[in-house]
Nanobody
Framework: QVQLVESGGGSVQAGGSLRLSCVVY????????MSWYRQAPGKEREFVSR??????SYSDSVKGRFTISQDNSKNTVYLQMNSLEPDDTAMYYC???????WGQGTQVTVSS
Protein backbone atom coordinates (compact mmCIF):
# COMPACT_ATOMS: atom_id res chain seq x y z
CA GLN A 1 0.00 0.00 0.00
CA VAL A 2 1.42 3.37 -1.04
CA GLN A 3 0.61 6.44 1.05
CA LEU A 4 1.59 10.06 0.37
CA VAL A 5 1.66 12.66 3.14
CA GLU A 6 2.19 16.35 2.31
CA SER A 7 3.24 19.10 4.68
CA GLY A 8 4.74 22.59 4.63
CA GLY A 9 1.80 24.67 3.51
CA GLY A 10 0.85 27.92 5.19
CA SER A 11 0.05 31.59 4.75
CA VAL A 12 2.62 34.00 3.36
CA GLN A 13 2.70 37.43 1.79
CA ALA A 14 3.36 37.93 -1.89
CA GLY A 15 7.05 37.56 -2.64
CA GLY A 16 7.55 35.04 0.15
CA SER A 17 8.66 31.42 0.02
CA LEU A 18 7.47 28.02 1.21
CA ARG A 19 8.82 24.52 0.87
CA LEU A 20 6.33 21.68 0.54
CA SER A 21 7.27 18.11 1.42
CA CYS A 22 5.67 14.85 0.35
CA VAL A 23 6.72 11.71 2.20
CA VAL A 24 6.00 8.47 0.36
CA TYR A 25 5.27 5.36 2.43
CA UNK A 26 5.30 1.95 0.80
CA UNK A 27 7.81 2.95 -1.84
CA UNK A 28 7.51 0.98 -5.05
CA UNK A 29 8.35 1.57 -8.68
CA UNK A 30 5.83 4.41 -8.46
CA UNK A 31 8.44 6.44 -6.53
CA UNK A 32 10.55 7.11 -9.63
CA UNK A 33 8.02 9.45 -11.22
CA MET A 34 6.39 11.99 -8.92
CA SER A 35 4.30 15.10 -9.57
CA TRP A 36 2.78 18.08 -7.80
CA TYR A 37 -0.67 19.41 -8.65
CA ARG A 38 -2.74 22.24 -7.22
CA GLN A 39 -6.40 23.20 -7.09
CA ALA A 40 -7.68 26.68 -6.38
CA PRO A 41 -11.27 27.26 -5.20
CA GLY A 42 -13.69 26.96 -8.09
CA LYS A 43 -11.00 25.80 -10.52
CA GLU A 44 -9.86 22.51 -12.01
CA ARG A 45 -6.90 20.69 -10.52
CA GLU A 46 -3.81 21.63 -12.56
CA PHE A 47 -0.33 20.27 -13.07
CA VAL A 48 2.50 22.15 -11.35
CA SER A 49 5.68 20.10 -11.63
CA ARG A 50 7.11 16.62 -12.21
CA UNK A 51 10.36 14.80 -11.47
CA UNK A 52 11.39 11.52 -13.03
CA UNK A 53 14.82 9.89 -13.21
CA UNK A 54 16.52 13.20 -12.48
CA UNK A 55 14.56 15.14 -15.08
CA UNK A 56 12.10 17.87 -14.21
CA SER A 57 9.28 19.78 -15.82
CA TYR A 58 7.15 22.75 -14.76
CA SER A 59 4.00 24.49 -15.80
CA ASP A 60 4.58 27.84 -17.46
CA SER A 61 2.96 29.65 -14.53
CA VAL A 62 5.58 28.47 -12.01
CA LYS A 63 8.67 28.02 -14.19
CA GLY A 64 11.60 29.97 -12.78
CA ARG A 65 9.97 30.34 -9.35
CA PHE A 66 9.38 26.75 -8.18
CA THR A 67 11.90 23.93 -7.90
CA ILE A 68 11.07 20.25 -7.49
CA SER A 69 13.54 17.82 -5.94
CA GLN A 70 13.64 14.29 -4.57
CA ASP A 71 15.56 12.75 -1.67
CA ASN A 72 15.75 8.98 -2.10
CA SER A 73 17.18 8.47 1.41
CA LYS A 74 14.08 10.08 2.94
CA ASN A 75 11.48 8.92 0.39
CA THR A 76 10.51 12.58 0.13
CA VAL A 77 9.70 14.90 -2.76
CA TYR A 78 9.99 18.64 -2.23
CA LEU A 79 8.55 21.68 -3.93
CA GLN A 80 10.48 24.86 -3.18
CA MET A 81 8.25 27.82 -3.99
CA ASN A 82 9.81 31.28 -4.26
CA SER A 83 8.41 34.66 -5.31
CA LEU A 84 4.94 33.50 -4.40
CA GLU A 85 1.98 35.34 -5.91
CA PRO A 86 -1.67 35.53 -4.84
CA ASP A 87 -2.55 33.36 -7.87
CA ASP A 88 -0.49 30.55 -6.30
CA THR A 89 -3.12 30.22 -3.56
CA ALA A 90 -4.44 26.66 -3.75
CA MET A 91 -4.45 23.24 -2.18
CA TYR A 92 -1.29 21.47 -3.28
CA TYR A 93 -1.21 17.71 -3.83
CA CYS A 94 1.56 15.28 -4.62
CA UNK A 95 0.90 12.30 -6.81
CA UNK A 96 2.66 9.24 -8.11
CA UNK A 97 2.59 10.22 -11.78
CA UNK A 98 1.87 6.82 -13.31
CA UNK A 99 0.18 5.19 -10.32
CA UNK A 100 -3.20 6.09 -8.82
CA UNK A 101 -2.01 7.53 -5.49
CA TRP A 102 -2.64 11.07 -4.21
CA GLY A 103 -1.79 12.80 -0.97
CA GLN A 104 -4.39 14.55 1.16
CA GLY A 105 -3.14 18.01 0.18
CA THR A 106 -1.59 20.98 1.97
CA GLN A 107 -3.03 24.50 1.77
CA VAL A 108 -0.98 27.42 0.47
CA THR A 109 -2.39 30.93 0.86
CA VAL A 110 -0.60 33.97 -0.55
CA SER A 111 -1.83 37.43 0.39
CA SER A 112 -1.11 40.61 -1.52
Amino acid sequence: QVQLVESGGGSVQAGGSLRLSCVVYGVSSCWYDMSWYRQAPGKEREFVSRIWYGRTSYSDSVKGRFTISQDNSKNTVYLQMNSLEPDDTAMYYCKTTNCPYWGQGTQVTVSS
